[in-house]
């Protein structure tokens, strides 16, 4: 397949899957899902596509990234519970608070690679889950952060009224989701982004060149914690509630089988696996109580079967 | 208060004692493999459950001994099938696949024995307290650390001392080279992570009789065996061992003056190791 051919398929995979994000309010319900379930579809692959510009695009194995989500989810809660009652407002201390943290946690780890980078990460994700579910009058503990939510937001000539309609929600959400992905695409265009492809083919080589390999690493460990924040802030609008367990190893360990199940090697990968995810375990959670085996399978299935993700999959039947 | 503060010093030890005794295991697999185990927890709450499986048959004490070996046997059945497959590949599929497996252990002992927590009954004599003034010093607590001591020794002593032991030491540093010296590398690995998963399942009979025996008995214990093994330094199975105490310690010291925050300090600890001395207290320079 010449480079053409290769550009065209490009393109026309993404304008399909634009044309289906776009429509998703118009037929999900004829599929049996709920426009709630694509609204999470949406955030999720948010997430995913986040964690994936570090793992599949610098090659840096984070394993903590809900640590980050969960932030944004409290910032935005905590916000909008006690500080100020605005959508926006709990959004941008939301997705502060997990820039900060991820600052601050990024310079301790930044030196390490490999499997020990995947440790530390997953420990450190630790201190947050703690700090939620200890910490009882403010985060609500083990019960979760209840009696907030997303408001109307007015804009002084039309008022958008993302509390009741789930629909207009969805779009709201898919905005943001809009925008984080051309930053993120068009990052990894730009001459920094191809930096970050290097380091990950050849880390000494890239710095034999010259560049400075940690400080690249720091830079995009920060945008992908941002936008796993940004994420986290539009899940907890998306429930009106904020649930520990965002917090917890377990969710980290989901966002990176969603961006290997999609396939790590492409852009789009994480939204496909992040949609297969979301919606099986919709599925499962309400067929079995022991959901945690059926997940635990699929991820055992997946390493075995689908390393290389769908995505992958396809790209290498069509190569071939 | 002299009181409070010991009785939560020694509490920290024996904790730290089963933190030391998980991470030895996982730092083991890590070591030579390369794979970080996240299902070590779920193997230590099937050698728990095992035990009390058997103690109805054979008693505390043949379940002591026989549990462990069969959580090994197990071990050594899933590294066959479905770890051996994975060596030499990105660590990301080891670490997802033994999360998924940490999953299924977890829901299918729920699924076997009920989400309550059972009794599990350890022999009478242990289980009294030996001196009045320091109540906490029951005969159980005494035996466990004994135990986990002698545990710890014997592991020194067969990585210090046997021919197995040195290849296990040998091939950490560099298994391609004990490989090419004639050493059958896939059996070294296998008996390795039994090792390892054998000191996980003794750590799951000894902690149900000490926490109680619920399905979430492992998964809270791995996280703090992570630490342990970040502040002792990756690669140094002493520092492992060092890590947990500490780690074990703090935790306890910490819960005289400050009980919610026991379960952060020890990631704050991890924090100020990584902030001074990156590769740990005891681990070598340049290693990761």
Request: with cysteine; charged share 10%.
């Amino acid at each position: 397949m010449d480079k053409r051919t290769q550009d065209y398929g490009k393109y026309a995979g993404a304008i399909v899957i634009w044309l289906l994000l776009l429509s998703m309010p118009l037929w999900i319900n004829q599929v049996g899902g709920y426009t709630q379930l694509g609204t999470r579809v949406v955030v999720m692959a948010l997430a995913a596509m986040a964690l994936n510009f570090l793992l599949g695009y610098t090659g840096v194995l984070s394993f903590g990234h809900a640590a980050y989500f969960g932030l944004g989810v409290y910032g935005a809660g905590l916000t909008i519970k006690f500080l100020l009652p605005s959508t926006f407002a709990g959004m941008a201390v939301g997705v502060l608070t997990a820039l900060v943290a991820a600052a601050v946690i990024g310079i301790l780890i930044v030196h390490l690679r490999g499997i020990y980078f995947a440790m530390v990460t997953i420990a450190f994700g630790q201190v947050f889950y703690f700090i939620a579910f200890r910490w009882n009058n403010v985060t609500g503990g083990d019960d979760g952060l209840s009696n907030w939510g997303r408001l109307p937001i007015d804009f002084g000539l039309a008022k958008l009224d993302i509390q009741h309609s789930p629909v207009m929600f969805y779009y709201f959400v898919l905005f943001f989701f809009a925008v984080s992905v051309a930053i993120m695409a068009a990052l990894l265009r730009s001459p920094f982004g191809r930096t970050l492809l290097a380091i990950r083919e050849n880390e000494r080589r890239t710095r034999f060149l010259g560049v400075p390999v940690d400080r690249h690493i720091y830079l995009s460990w920060l945008i992908s914690c941002t936008f796993v924040g940004l994420a986290g802030t539009l899940y907890g609008l998306l429930n009106n509630f904020a649930d520990p367990h965002d917090l917890h190893w377990s969710q980290s360990g989901d966002f990176v089988i969603m961006a290997v199940l999609g396939g790590m090697r492409s852009f789009w990968g994480p939204l496909i696996g992040a949609a297969i995810f979301v919606v099986l375990q919709d599925y499962v959670s309400t067929m079995t109580q022991n959901w945690m085996s059926f997940i635990g399978l699929f991820f055992v299935l997946v390493v075995l079967f689908f390393p290389r993700g769908v995505l992958g999959i396809l790209r290498r039947k069509a190569a071939s | 208060m002299t009181q409070l503060i010991l009785y939560n010093v020694f509490n920290g030890l024996i904790i730290g004692a089963f933190y030391a005794l998980m991470a030895l295991g996982l730092s083991l697999i890590l070591n030579l493999s390369g794979v970080i185990n996240f299902a070590h927890g779920g193997f230590l709450a099937i050698g728990a459950y095992l035990a009390f499986f058997l103690i109805p048959f054979i008693g505390f004490w043949g379940a002591l001994v026989v549990a462990p070996v069969l959580t090994a046997v197990f071990g050594l059945i899933i590294e066959r099938l479905l770890i051996r497959p994975l060596y030499g590949r990105d660590p990301l599929y080891s670490l997802l696949l033994t999360f998924g497996l940490a999953f299924m252990f977890e829901d299918g002992t729920r699924f076997i024995w009920g989400p309550q927590t059972l009794p599990f009954s350890i022999p009478q004599w242990l289980s009294s307290p030996l001196s009045g003034q320091y109540f906490f010093l029951t005969g159980y607590r005494l035996f466990m650390v004994a135990l986990v001591s002698l545990a710890v020794i014997v592991l020194f002593v067969v990585l210090g001392r046997t021919r197995l032991g040195m290849r296990i030491r040998a091939g950490t540093l560099d298994l391609e080279t004990v490989s090419v010296l004639g050493v059958n590398v896939r059996i070294l690995r296998s008996l390795n992570f039994g090792l390892g998963i054998y000191m996980a399942g003794l750590a799951g009979v000894l902690a149900a009789g000490m926490l109680g025996l619920q399905p979430t008995i492992g998964s809270e214990l791995i996280m703090p065996s992570f630490v342990a093994i970040i502040i002792g330094g990756l690669g140094s199975l002493p520092g492992t061992l060092v890590g947990g105490l500490l780690i074990g310690v703090a935790s306890g010291v910490t819960t005289v003056f400050f009980p919610s925050a026991s379960e952060a300090v020890i990631y704050v600890m991890m924090g100020l190791v990584l902030l001074v001395r990156p590769r740990g207290l005891f681990g070598e320079e340049g290693r990761f």
